[in-house]
C-alpha cells in the first residue's frame, strides 16, 4: 500500500512538471505584459524597459524558466508581482478559504445527491423520479454567479442573517467564518448537487440490473438490505470518480462564486493573478493546484476498491 | 419498446429548442443587434414580447439568434469533449500499463489546467471567437470524460465475460469494441447531456469574468452574464435566458436518460 | 435529531451574532474594488494605492479640487525670476508619524530615492526630460528646499502634486529598510498606515499629532483632519455584492456607484449620492496608419456618423457632458470654444466615406468588459456607424491584451479611456507624439508636437490657453481620435456617514469624514 502511494506520487512528478512548463509558455505566449499594466496608459517606453528588467522579465524564456524551476526545487515561489507578496505563503493562506468551502459543498451535495439519485433510480420511471431529475436539471442549468447573487440579496440583503462582506479567518473568529461561508457553501452544494444526483442515478440504474441484484432479490434478502449492501457500494463507485472530479475542479475553479461573495480564495487569487499577468503567482497557484488534483484523485483511486471489489488499487 | 415519458418530455423540450433555432435563421422579430437608446430596459410589450435589453434590443430576437450561437457552441464542444476524452480513456483503461500512465499523466496535466487559465490561452493565440471557446471548453473537459471512461472501462474489463471473450480468442480490438465500449455508453450519455449543461453555463461563467463569445453576437451565456446587473429592475432580461437554458439542459438531460435506457446493451438480454 | 436542534439553534443565534461591536463605530469602512499594489508612492502603484497612500504621506504641494496646485508641507513656494529655481519653505510644526519633526533634509533624501533610476519612480522621467529636467534639490537650512530646473517648465509643480506620483510623498527615511528598500510608509498624512491584510482589507489609524492646514478640504489640500479613530478599505471587487453590502449596513461608503445604478439607489429614503466630474477622458481611437483610416476623409466620416451627445447620455445614464475636446470640462483651460460639439450629420459621413474609397470594408474596433464603458461605448459606435453604412466588428479583448495593442498601435479603432491628467498640456501628450518611437500615440503630426512642447514651456496661462485652442481646432479636422467625455464618480453613503464628498480624482477621501449615529 505505501509502496503503491510512493510510486503514485513518484510517477505525479512529470504530470507536475509538464503542468508547470505549459503554463509557463503559454501565460508568455498569451500578449500582455505586467510592465504595461503596472505603468498603464502613460508607460514610455524607456521606462517599460527599466521594469521589466527590474522584474526579470527581460532575459531569454528558458533560462526565467529553470532559474523558477531552481528555485521552486529549494521551496521558494518566488514573489509576487503585483505586490511583492511571498507566493509560497499567499497560496497557503488563499487555499485556507477555499478549502473549508469546497469541501463542505461537495460533502453537503454528496449526502444530498446519493441517497436522491438512488430513490430516483429504485422508483425508476415514477413520479417521484421525474421529479428529482427535473429538480437536478434546473439545478445544473443555474449558474452558479446568479444562484448566489440571488441568495446574497434574499440572506443578506433582505433578510440580514448572514453579512453580504465580511471573511474573517476561522482561525480568528470561527463563528463569524461560519457565516461568511454558509451562502457559499450552500450555493455551490446547490449546483453541484445537480450533477452528483443524475450522476448516482444512472449508476443505480446500472447496478440495479445485475444479476447479483436480481439474485439477491429472489434470495428474499429485504429490498432495503439489497440497497445498502449489494446497490449502494456499487452505485457508489463511478459518483465517487466524479466528487473527486468536481472537488478537484472547484479547488482551482471556483473564481465566480468567490467573486460573487468577496473571499480571498485560491480562484479568484489566480484570475486576478491571470488579469495582471502576475507570472509568479499563476505558476504557483498552477502548480498547486496540479498537486492538489494529483492528491485528490490517488485519494479518490485508492478509496475505489473499498466500494467496488471489483477492481484492486494497484 | 414503450413509449417513455423522458423520451416525450426531452424530445419536445429540445425539439422546441430546435425549432427556435431553426426558425432564427430565416425570421427574427426584430434586428438582434439593433441599438435603440430610447427604448432600454423596456418591459415586455406588444412590440417587444419579452421587452428590451441595457442597449435597447430586442431580447426575443437575440434568445432567437443564441439558440443558435449556444447549440452550436455548446455541442461541438460536447462533441471534441466526447472524442478527446473516449479515446484517452478507452486507451488508457483498457491497454492499461505505460500507455494509461502517459495518457494519465497527461489528462491529469489537462484536467489540472483551469478553464479559465485554458481559455485565456486558446483565446489571446486564436483571437476572440466562438471556436476558440469551443476549443478551450472541449479541452477542459476532455480529461473528465476520459476518467469516467477509464473507470468504468477498469471495472468492465475484469468481469468475467471480458475474459471469456479473451478466452475465446477474439482479438484486443473486438473485445474492446464488442464488449467494452457499449457499457461506456450509459454514463458517457449521462456526461454528454451534463457537459451539455455545463459548457452553457461555463461559457457564461467566462462572460461574467469577461472572456466568452464576443459580443454582439447573442448566446444564452452572455445574456445571463449581462443581465446580472439589472436583476432587480429588469428580471425578463435573466428569466428569459435563463428558461431557455432550462428548458434546453432539460430536454438533453432527459432524452439523454431514455437514449441510454435504448441503447444500454443488456437491455435484450 | 440532532441535525435539527443544530439548524434551531443556528437560526436562534444568526439573528444576533453579528451585532457591531461598540468600538466598531469610530471604524470608517469604505469599498475598495480591488487590492492595493503597494505602499511605496508613486512606484508600484494603480489608482487603489494611490487613494490609500494619499491618506499617509503629503507632498511639497498638493492638489485642489479644481485641479490647480496648493502648498501642503511647503507654506510657500518662490519662483525664481528666470523660472528655473523653486524655493520651498517648510511648514513648521509638522510631524511624522514617528514623532520626528520634519526637516529640509527628510526632503531631500526622499527626493533622491525618486530620483534614482532603480527606484522605478512613475515619474521620475517626466522631471528627467528635454521639457523639465531637476538639476539640484539643495538645502539652505533645516526649513527651505531649493529645487533648480534646467529651464522654465509650466508643469513642474502639477507633475510634483499628481496623485499617481504618489504626490512625490515626503516620508521618514525610517520607512525603508536596512539595504534601502521600501518597508512601510511612516509619513506626516492624517493616518498612519495599519494593517494591510492582502486580498481583504488596509486599515488606517487615525495619527493623533496631525498638523492640519486652516480652512475646508480641498482636493488632497486644505484641512485634512481624521475624524475617525480607523479607516477600513474593504476590498469587494463584484460591483453588485458592493451595492448590496451597502445597503446592507456592511459598509458605510461606496465610492465607485455605477451610473446604471443610480436611479434604483435615488428612490432608497436616507441615501446620499455624490456626484463629481472626474478628469479621465474616454475616446475612440483611430489609427493613422491604417490603409483605410490614414485618410483624413474616412476619419471625418466616422466622426461625423456618431451621435455624441446620444451616445454618452446612454452611456453615462446622463450624468456626463458629452465634449470633443480633450481637456476636461472642469479645467481652467476648458474654453468655450472648446464647449462645441460638432452635431451628427449621416448624409455627409456617407458622402466623405465613399470619397474616401470606402466600399463596405468591414473595420474592426477593439474593446473590453474590464471597464463597461468600453464596451457599451465600442456597441454603440458599431451600431452608430452602420446608420451610415459603415461596417464594423468588434474584438472584445481581455484587458491586458487590449492594453498591449493600444501600446502596440496595433488596431483599426479601439475604445479606450486615458486616467486623470491634470494639466492641458498632459491631456495632449497623452494622445500626441510620434508613432516611430512610441506606437501608442494617436497623433502623429510634428506642427502639433511642436505646439504641444511649446505649451509645456511657456507659463503665461493667456498664451497657453490660445495655443490649445488652436490644437483643438486642429483635432477636429484631423481626427485621430473622437474625444467623448469624462466620466463622474458617484460616491454613495448612508444616513450616519457626514462630511463625505466626490472629487475630480475617483479614489475616497476619508479626512473630514464622520460617523453620526
Known sequence: ?314 | MRLRPNLVIGGTLLGFVLAVAAAALVWTPHDPVRTNLRRRLRPPSAEYWLGTDEFGRDVLSRLMTGAVTSVTVAAATVVVALLLGLAIGLAGGYLRGWVDRVLGALNDTLLAFPGILLALGLLAVMGPSRWGIVLALGLAYAPTVARVVRGTVLSIREREFVEASRALGNSEAYTLLRHVVPHTVAPVTVLATSLFGWVILSESALNFLGLGVPPPAATWGNMLASARPFMLEAPMLSIAPGAMIAACLLGANLLGDALRDILDPRDGA | MRFRALLAAFAAASSVALAVPAAAQDTLRIRLNADIRSTDPGVNRDANTDGIVWHVVEGLVALRADASVGPMLAERVEVSEDGRAYTFALRPGVRFHNGQPLTSADVAFAMQRYMRRETNWRCRGDLDSSVTRITAVETPDERTVVIRLEQPSALFLTMLARPDCGQAGIWHRDSLNPDGSWRAPVGTGPFRLGEWRRGQFVELTRFENYAALPGAPDGLAGNKTPMVERVRFTIIPDDAAARAALLAGNIDILPDARSRDLPELRQRPGISIHSAASMDLQVLLMQTRDPLLQDVRMRRAIALALDVPELVRAVSEGTSRPSRAPIPVGSTFFTPAMAEVPPRDVAQARRLAAEAGYRGQRLRIVTTRRYEAFYEIAVLVQDMLRDAGIESDLEVLEWATQLDRYTRGDYQMMAFGFSARLDPSLSYEMFTGPKATQPRKAWDNPEVQAMLEQTMRETDAIRRRATFEAMHRRLLEEVPMVALYSSVTHGVTPRHVQGYGSWAVDAPRAWGVRIQR
Open chain 1, 1 to 314: 500500500m505505501a509502496g503503491y502511494v510512493l510510486r503514485r506520487l513518484l510517477v505525479a512528478l512529470p504530470t507536475l512538471l509538464l503542468a508547470a512548463a505549459s503554463v509557463f509558455f503559454l501565460m508568455r505566449l498569451v500578449p500582455g505584459d505586467p510592465a504595461l499594466l503596472i505603468l498603464g496608459d502613460a508607460a514610455t517606453p524607456e521606462a517599460v524597459a527599466d521594469l521589466r528588467a527590474a522584474l526579470g522579465l527581460d532575459r531569454p524564456l528558458p533560462v526565467q524558466f529553470l532559474l523558477w524551476l531552481e528555485r521552486v526545487a529549494a521551496g521558494d515561489f518566488g514573489r509576487s508581482i503585483t505586490n511583492g507578496e511571498a507566493v509560497g505563503p499567499l497560496l497557503l493562506d488563499r487555499f485556507a478559504v477555499t478549502a473549508p468551502v469546497v469541501l463542505a459543498a461537495v460533502g453537503a451535495a454528496a449526502l444530498l445527491a446519493v441517497p436522491f439519485g438512488m430513490l430516483a433510480a429504485w422508483k425508476q420511471d415514477s413520479l417521484a423520479d421525474v421529479a428529482t431529475v427535473t429538480v437536478a436539471t434546473l439545478l445544473l442549468s443555474m449558474p452558479s454567479f446568479w444562484l448566489g447573487l440571488i441568495l446574497l440579496l434574499v440572506f443578506g440583503l433582505w433578510l440580514g442573517w448572514v453579512p453580504v462582506v465580511g471573511w474573517v479567518p476561522f482561525a480568528e473568529d470561527p463563528w463569524r467564518a461560519l457565516h461568511a461561508i454558509l451562502l457559499p457553501v450552500v450555493t455551490l452544494a446547490l449546483v453541484e448537487a445537480g450533477v452528483l444526483i443524475r450522476m448516482a442515478r444512472a449508476s443505480t440504474v446500472e447496478v440495479l440490473r445485475l444479476d447479483y441484484v436480481a439474485h439477491a432479490r429472489a434470495k428474499g434478502v429485504p429490498e432495503g438490505r439489497v440497497l445498502a449492501r449489494h446497490v449502494f457500494p456499487n452505485a457508489f463507485a463511478p459518483t465517487l470518480t466524479l466528487i473527486g472530479l468536481v472537488l478537484g475542479n472547484l479547488l482551482g475553479g471556483i473564481a465566480v462564486m468567490e467573486t460573487v461573495f468577496t473571499l480571498p480564495g485560491l480562484g479568484r487569487l489566480l484570475v486576478d493573478a491571470i488579469f495582471a499577468r502576475d507570472y509568479p503567482v499563476i505558476q504557483g497557484v498552477m502548480l498547486f493546484i496540479a498537486a492538489i488534483y494529483v492528491l485528490v484523485n490517488l485519494a479518490v483511486d485508492l478509496l475505489y476498491p473499498v466500494f467496488d471489489p471489483r477492481v484492486t488499487a494497484d
